[in-house]
């Protein structure tokens, strides 16, 4: 079992940079991919960022060049830095693991960009 908890949203004007963390209660050996979704209000759920048990990664084609995912598996840590920042970009980020098949959640973080 994973329990997993965000941390780092917030208000942010266009342009600026936020970190999002996700904070791991259990071992996040290499077997876990790891990632970002987001949901804004009104769209569905996206996938915007994951990182295999390998190290290799992929991106939302809409943060390409702007976000970067980082994984610290001594520390059950993940980490999305945003760069960039565009009203767009406003939605609840929500971590997962994914070993198999079996999804763990954690219970998103709000992020605001807005002048």
């Known amino acids: 079992q994973v329990q997993l908890v965000e941390s780092g949203g917030g208000l942010v004007q266009p342009g600026g940079s936020l970190r999002l963390s996700c904070a791991a209660s259990g071992s996040i050996s290499s077997l876990y991919d790891m990632g970002w979704y987001r949901q804004a209000p009104g769209k569905q759920r996206e996938l915007v960022a994951i990182m295999t048990g390998s190290g290799g990664s992929n991106y939302l084609d809409s943060v390409k060049g702007r976000f970067t995912i980082s994984r610290d598996n001594a520390k059950n840590m993940v980490y999305l830095q945003m760069n960039s920042l565009k009203p767009e970009d406003t939605a609840v980020y929500y971590c997962?693991?994914?070993?198999?098949?079996?999804?763990?959640w954690g219970q998103g973080t709000q992020v605001t960009v807005s002048s």
């Open positions: 997962f693991a994914n070993r198999r098949g079996i999804v763990y």
